[in-house]
């Protein structure tokens, strides 16, 4: 079987479905397939490559949503006025701008790494996938959609078409990404916590950790937790308790596992002084 470069998406569809895998800027896929310098890499699959794709190019917004099109790069991103700022921030700190002007949101999704940086963002916001095949589209979350570490639902015939983000407005979003340096780096760890406070009313707080577990943590109880612990003024302490559990890190070559679990739970403090001074 050959690499195929479609230019509709009815092709790439039939092209996907004879078992060729989805290619959006090759920088996640490149990295993982090379060989020794100067040889090309060497691909378990074919390739569709979905670049030349223009249906895949959208970027509108849609009632309470913003549809981002798979093919649509994090550079686009980064530059288009419909994105909320603190995304826009999490995508500069990813990679550098000639990576980002190749690489798309989608295949950060579909890479499923629990170091992928958007998907801290993508899971607090409740963001969803719209998955396309021949036999029709369905829609699932971002949070279901990745099971695990590179693992995800996307069926054999199926291609992410585009990712959904609601519209919605918070007074207080904290991000911290800690790599080995200020940009072009892993993640060693990242948090991001938001919330939407007028007064002394609390409307929503939510919370994630990334690449601190196999999949991004986001507990409904957790936040549940910290709304209540705001409300009567508590110690943060009973909050840090709860997501020291969840937290569940690795050691590997970026870092330790005690050195991210300590430094997620100083910024999840962080986040609640910062929350309660506003
Ligand atoms: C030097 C360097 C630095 C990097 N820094 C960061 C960083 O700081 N943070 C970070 O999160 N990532 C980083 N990355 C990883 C990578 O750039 C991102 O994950 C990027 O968003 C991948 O997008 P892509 O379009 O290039 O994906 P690709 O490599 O094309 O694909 C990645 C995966 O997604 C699948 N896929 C792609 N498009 C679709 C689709 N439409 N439908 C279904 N599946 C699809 C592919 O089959 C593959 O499994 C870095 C990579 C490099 C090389």
Known sequence: MVNAYPRTLKDALTLRAEGRRPMGGGTDLMVRFRSAAGVLPRFQQSLVFLRGVDEL?????????????????????????????????????MASFAIRSEATLAGNIGNAS?????????ICRNASLVL??????RTVSVADFITGPGKTLLADDELIREILLPREEFTLSFHKKVGGR??????????L???????NNLFDLRIAFGSVAPRIIRSEEGEALAREVFSRGGNTKDIEGFYEKLITPI????????????????????????????
Not at 262 to 267: D, E, F, M, Q
Request: aromatic share 6%; net charge positive; charged share 30%.
């Open 182 to 191: 200020r940009s072009d780096a892993i993640s060693k760890l990242s948090f």
């Open 57 to 93: 190019k959208n970027l509108e917004e849609r009632g309470d949503l913003i549809a981002i099109g798979a093919g649509v790069t994090l550079r686009e991103l980064c530059e288009s006025p419909l994105i909320p700022v603190v995304f826009k921030n999490i995508m500069g700190q």
């Open 114 to 122: 629990p170091a992928a940086d958007s998907l801290p963002f993508l």
């Open 132 to 137: 396309t095949g021949q036999r029709g589209d």
């Open 193 to 199: 916590g938001e919330a939407r406070r007028e007064g």
């Open 251 to 278: 050691d590997d070559q970026r870092s330790t596992a005690e050195y991210r679990k300590t430094v997620s739970l100083n910024l999840l403090r962080r986040f609640m002084e910062k929350l309660r001074e506003q």
